[in-house]
Nanobody
Framework: QVQLVESGGGLVQAGGSLRLSCTAS????????MGWYRQAPGKQRELVAS???????NYVDAVKGRFTISRDNAKKSVYLQMNSLKPEDTAVYYC???????????????WGQGTQVTVSS
């Protein structure tokens, strides 16, 4: 099985920065797409940023120019650098990795435990 461990959340003032990390471990054969989602109180979970195996990235409009997603396949990690944070960025952030596990091969999405990001005004 696969486990994802997140870190890097916290409380920051508006305009500040945080860097979230998410590292996978377990019966990993290969890593595919990775992404970061967030869920604010009373809201549905939304995709914030994603990165493909080839390194192509996509961002929700609200974070373009402020957030950067990256990956390190050797470390089995995905990162989210968040700059110029705004109060509306406040949410629980979840990482997601699409993982192919060791034989018998099976591909599935795995989720981190979530990390709270709170931005004060």
């Amino acid at each position: 099985q696969v486990q994802l461990v997140e870190s890097g959340g916290g409380l920051v003032q508006a305009g500040g920065s945080l860097r979230l990390s998410c590292t996978a471990s377990g019966s990993i054969f290969s890593l595919n797409a990775m992404g970061w989602y967030r869920q604010a109180p009373g809201k549905q979970r939304e995709l914030v940023a994603s990165i493909t195996r080839g390194g192509s990235t996509n961002y929700v409009d609200a974070v373009k120019g402020r957030f950067t997603i990256s990956r390190d396949n050797a470390k089995k990690s995905v990162y989210l650098q968040m700059n110029s944070l705004k109060p509306e960025d406040t949410a629980v952030y979840y990482c997601n990795q699409r993982v192919t596990t060791t034989p018998p091969l099976k591909t599935a999405d795995y989720w981190g435990q979530g990390t709270q990001v709170t931005v004060s005004s």
